[in-house]
């Protein structure tokens, strides 16, 4: 499964991409307005610090004004990948950009037949939102299970990259349904190496051998 992270911070991404386990990077507007950089220059550093694919969101939410965008974005570097919104226009930019070979992360995806629809329109990647279904009281794992399970019987080749990872749960639940791909904040990541017995146990071990009079 691979592991991209869910920000626009160089820091993060760059203390993450430290750890070697980190495959690419999603952003968005809403983490792009947290930065201080403009989004171009962003996005430029973030692509040179990590050479998988980077997801970077239009802001136009017509057809012409997306795929104006998507060129421009598509100029930063070679391992962008351009974010559309899950809307009419968007699924028209999708089938557009994807015959052309640019690679497009469907976003803000809530259905199994959202899901459906970019898979048939060529994205390369499907981002449900899992926590913010999950906000509403509605299953958000539930709705990966059931897209890998639709797009299995047809054999599309769309990655199902489960997006808005609030907890490690999420990252473990999703490992085992078989996700290609999760994005999560750099607070997850860093969540999943930790445990109190790993922790209590290096301690215990340090402190024995000091006992022995070894150091
Ligand atoms: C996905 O690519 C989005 O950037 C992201 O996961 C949204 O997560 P949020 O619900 O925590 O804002």
Redesign the pocket.
């Known amino acids: 499964m691979k592991f991209f992270i ?1 920000t626009a911070n160089i820091d993060e991404i760059s203390k993450a991409a430290a750890m070697g386990v980190l495959d690419g990077v ?1 952003t ?1 507007p ?2 792009a307005a947290k930065e201080s950089l403009p989004y171009r220059e962003l996005l430029t550093e973030i692509c040179r610090i990590v050479p998988g694919p980077v ?1 970077a969101e239009v802001l136009a939410t017509d057809y012409k004004g997306m795929l104006a965008e998507a060129e421009q974005l598509c100029k930063i570097a070679d391992n962008i990948v351009i974010k559309i919104p899950t809307i009419s226009e968007g699924l028209r930019a999708t089938k557009a950009l994807s015959d052309d070979g640019i690679p497009v992360n469907a ?1 803000l995806v809530f259905s199994a037949m959202q899901a459906l629809l970019v898979a048939k329109a060529g994205a390369a990647y499907v ?1 449900p ?1 899992v ?2 279904l999950d906000d509403i009281s509605t299953d958000g794992m539930q709705l990966i299970e059931d897209i890998i399970t639709m797009y299995h019987q047809y054999d599309y080749r769309t990655e199902v990259l489960v ?3 609030r907890h490690p749960m999420h990252v473990q639940q999703a490992a085992l349904m078989g996700a290609d791909v999760v ?1 999560m904040p750099f607070k997850v990541i860093d969540q999943l190496i930790k445990h109190p017995l790993t922790d209590i146990g290096l301690e215990k071990f340090l402190a024995d051998y000091k006992k022995a009079g070894k150091n």
Do not use: I
Request: aromatic share 6%.
């Open positions: 869910d999603t968005n809403s983490l997801s976003t981002s939102f926590g913010r997006a808005s990872v994005t």
